[in-house]
Nanobody
Framework: QVQLVESGGGLVQAGGSLRLSCAAS????????MGWYRQAPGKQRELVVT???????NYADSVKGRFIISRDNAKNTVYLQMNSLEPEDTAVYYC????????????WGQGTQVTVSS
């Protein structure tokens, strides 16, 4: 089992910044991928960005150049620095994690609300 706890959401004006954190505990292997997804009201959950334990990243086009993901492998924590926020970024942001080797199931955090006012 892997437990994920997100923090850092909140209300911000358009153009502002927020930093999300996701701390993983439990049986996270040294070879893993963690990431952020988001779900806006009435919409499907969508990819924001993922990062492997080796540092490879995959960003959604909508956040490239504005969001930056990083991770501290010693702390099993990923961070999402969100800059130049837009009202369209308003959503519940979910952290997830999956062991690559040995392969394991996908785990989700409880989500954190990000609201961007215009």
């Amino acid at each position: 089992q892997v437990q994920l706890v997100e923090s850092g959401g909140g209300l911000v004006q358009a153009g502002g910044s927020l930093r999300l954190s996701c701390a993983a505990s439990g049986r996270l292997s040294s070879s893993n991928v963690m990431g952020w997804y988001r779900q806006a009201p009435g919409k499907q959950r969508e990819l924001v960005v993922t990062i492997t334990s080796g540092g490879s990243t995959n960003y959604a086009d909508s956040v490239k150049g504005r969001f930056i993901i990083s991770r501290d492998n010693a702390k099993n924590t990923v961070y999402l620095q969100m800059n130049s926020l837009e009202p369209e970024d308003t959503a519940v942001y979910y952290c997830n994690a999956k062991n690559i080797w040995p392969v394991g199931p996908l785990y989700w955090g409880q989500g954190t609300q990000v609201t961007v006012s215009s």
